[in-house]
C-alpha cells in the first residue's frame, strides 16, 4: 500500500485559501474586540483612575485591592433582589421563547402556501430589527397614564385607569410578552429550518401506520429536532445571568417605582456606575456575570453529554 504524503501547514494554508480569506474578518474582529479586551478585567481588581496617559498607564498606575470591588455585589442590600429578578426572568424567558419558537416553526412548516409563509416570517422578524428605545416609545403610547391606548379603553369601559408606571403587579407579564414578540421570528428561524430538514419519509410511515397530524408532531417532529434545541438550551444558559440591559433599562423607563421588579444585575450595574463613576466595581460584577455564565455553560454541557452525547457541544 502506497504511504499518504504528509501535507504541510503552508500547504493547507494555501489549498483552503479562499475559505481563510473568507473568515479572516469575524477573526481580526474577534482579535481586537473581544480576546485583546479580556486582559482588561484586571480592571476588576483595581482602584481603577483615570490617567491623562491613556488607558495603559491608568492600568499600571491604579491600585491594587483585590477582591475589595466584588463586596459592590454581595455586601450590598440589593444583592439577592437583583440576583433572583435576573435568574427568574431569564429562566421563565428561556422556556416561554423555546416553546413559542419551536410552535411557530412547527406551524410554518405545516403551511402549503410558500408566499405566506415568507410573509409572516418577514413579519415575525421586523420586531427583532427594533431597538428597545423605539418599542419603549411603542410601549408608552399602550401604557401612557393619561392618553395611554389601554387607560382610554379602560375608562370609555367605565373602569379606572391603572398607572402602569407606578404599579409593578403587571411588570412581569409585561416583559415576557415583549420578549417573545420580539424574539419569536428570530428564534424560530433555526427551529424551522430544522423542521424542513426532517426525512420526508418519516412522515410517510407515520401516515401509513394511521397517525395523526398532532401524533407525527408528538413523535417525528419534535424527536427529530431536540439535538438542536438541546445546543440551542446550552448556549442560553451561559447567558442566564446576564439580563438584555435595553429591556429592563428602556420598557419602564428606569422607574424607582417599579425598582422591585425591574432591577436585575445590568440594570443595577449601570445605576451604580452612573452613581459613582467606579468603573472598577461596575468591570468585577461584569466579570461577576461573565465567570457564572462560564460555569452554568460548562456545567450543562457536562449534564447533557451525560444523558445525550450527541446533543452536546463538546
Aim: aromatic content about 18%; cysteine-free; glycine content about 6%.
Amino acid at each position: 500500500m502506497k504511504k499518504r504524503k504528509k501535507v504541510s501547514f503552508w500547504q493547507n494554508v494555501w489549498r483552503y485559501k479562499a475559505l481563510i480569506l473568507m473568515a479572516l474578518p469575524g477573526f481580526v474582529w474577534f482579535i481586537f474586540f473581544f480576546y485583546i479586551p479580556v486582559f482588561a478585567n484586571v480592571v476588576a481588581f483595581k482602584d481603577f483612575h483615570i490617567s491623562p496617559n491613556g488607558f495603559i498607564d491608568s492600568l499600571v498606575t491604579s491600585k491594587w485591592v483585590g477582591f475589595e470591588n466584588f463586596k459592590f455585589l454581595f455586601a450590598s442590600k440589593d444583592a439577592w433582589l437583583i440576583t433572583r429578578n435576573t435568574i427568574a426572568y431569564n429562566v421563565v424567558f428561556l422556556a416561554f421563547n423555546l416553546f413559542f419558537a419551536i410552535a411557530f416553526a412547527i406551524i410554518m412548516s405545516e403551511l402549503r402556501n410558500k408566499k405566506l409563509v415568507k410573509v409572516y416570517h418577514t413579519m415575525s422578524l421586523l420586531p427583532y430589527f427594533l431597538s428597545w428605545v423605539v418599542i419603549g416609545y411603542f410601549l408608552y403610547a399602550f401604557l401612557s397614564p393619561d392618553k395611554g391606548i389601554f387607560n382610554l379603553w379602560l375608562t370609555n369601559n367605565g373602569k379606572n385607569p391603572v398607572n402602569w408606571y407606578t404599579d409593578p403587579t403587571w411588570w412581569p407579564l409585561i416583559f415576557v410578552v415583549m420578549n417573545v414578540w420580539k424574539s419569536l421570528g428570530y428564534n424560530s428561524i433555526i427551529y424551522y429550518a430544522s423542521v424542513m430538514g426532517i426525512d420526508p419519509t418519516y412522515y410517510e410511515a407515520a401516515m401509513v401506520d394511521g397517525a395523526s397530524k398532532w401524533q407525527q408532531i408528538k413523535n417525528v417532529t419534535i424527536p427529530q429536532i431536540v439535538p438542536m434545541m438541546m445546543v440551542l438550551l446550552i448556549l442560553n444558559i451561559g447567558g442566564i445571568f446576564r439580563a438584555d440591559f435595553g429591556m429592563f433599562y428602556n420598557l419602564p423607563r428606569n422607574n424607582g417605582a417599579l425598582y422591585q421588579v425591574t432591577s436585575v444585575l445590568d440594570t443595577y450595574i449601570y445605576n451604580g456606575l452612573t452613581a459613582t463613576g467606579d468603573i472598577g466595581m461596575s468591570s468585577a460584577a461584569s466579570l461577576y456575570q461573565s465567570v457564572v455564565g462560564a460555569i452554568l455553560l460548562l456545567g450543562t454541557n457536562f449534564v447533557v453529554r451525560r444523558i445525550e452525547p450527541d446533543s452536546a457541544l463538546f
